[in-house]
């Protein structure tokens, strides 16, 4: 890296999605392509934006989550902060490409990024017995300027605001469900294999033994 250049700690990744059938039946057209061989897109005619990383309409769950979140999986693991978000106008592929539909139903090849990393994370953990993890889990969608907790949906959004520190640095949310004794509602939401459904049991029997002492 040259002197004085600093390495911009967040990244871009634009995902094209293929046309539904149903826009396929309505005649609508493809508006969006990839320069090849580039992290380019062309919108319309003639304009180009470039990216930290693009995804055409063919790209896969896997190609997305290896390129993009499995590097923020494994600083993770060394004790950095890491978070991905997904933004993007209703329909154009959150959901899916984070993986937070109904998991249970979707086949290995289309799982999301969610539980892809969840597994890695607990294959991580249950290799290496001499480090001491604790996983929190919470899981929020930010829609039309409202926050809904994902894991508790009774909690009214009026309950939830992103609080102010001191020093007027945001970030923090009241009444915000996490930790990691809620596991029935994660595994309902999680239930991608039960492999993961394993390791988050065996986190929790983990976690009941250290309370009790
Ligand atoms: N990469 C993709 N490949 C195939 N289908 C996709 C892809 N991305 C999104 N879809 C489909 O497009 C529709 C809208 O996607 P969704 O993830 O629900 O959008 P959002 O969460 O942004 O509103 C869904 O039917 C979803 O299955
Ligand atoms: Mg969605």
Redesign the pocket.
């Known amino acids: 890296m040259e002197s004085g250049m600093e390495e911009i700690p967040v990244k871009v990744a634009v995902?094209i999605?293929?046309l539904?059938s149903k826009e396929v039946l309505h005649n609508h057209q493809v508006c969006v392509r990839l320069v090849p061989n580039t992290q380019q897109i062309i919108i319309g005619k003639d304009r180009v934006f470039t990216f930290d990383f693009v995804f055409g309409?063919n790209?896969t769950q896997e190609e997305v989550y290896t390129v993009c979140i499995k590097p923020l999986l494994v600083s993770l693991t060394e004790g950095y902060n890491a978070t991905v978000f997904?933004y993007?106008?209703?329909?154009?592929?959150?959901?899916?490409?984070i993986g937070g539909?109904h998991i249970a139903s979707v086949s290995e090849d289309e799982k999301g990024i969610i539980p892809r990393a969840i597994q890695e994370l607990f294959q991580h953990i249950s290799e290496n017995h001499d480090i001491d993890f604790h996983v929190k889990v919470s899981y929020i969608e930010v829609y039309k300027e409202e926050l809904r907790d994902l894991l508790e949906l009774e909690t009214s959004v009026k309950e939830l605001h992103i609080r102010e520190d001191e020093k007027g640095n945001t970030g923090r949310i009241s009444a915000l469900k996490s930790g990691v004794l809620d596991f029935s509602c994660v595994l309902k939401l999680f239930l991608p294999s039960l492999e993961i459904a394993y390791s988050l049991l065996i986190l929790e029997k983990k976690l009941n033994f250290q309370n009790i002492n």
């Open positions: 995902r999605r293929p539904l309409k790209s997904a993007g106008q209703t329909g154009s592929g959150k959901t899916y490409t539909g």
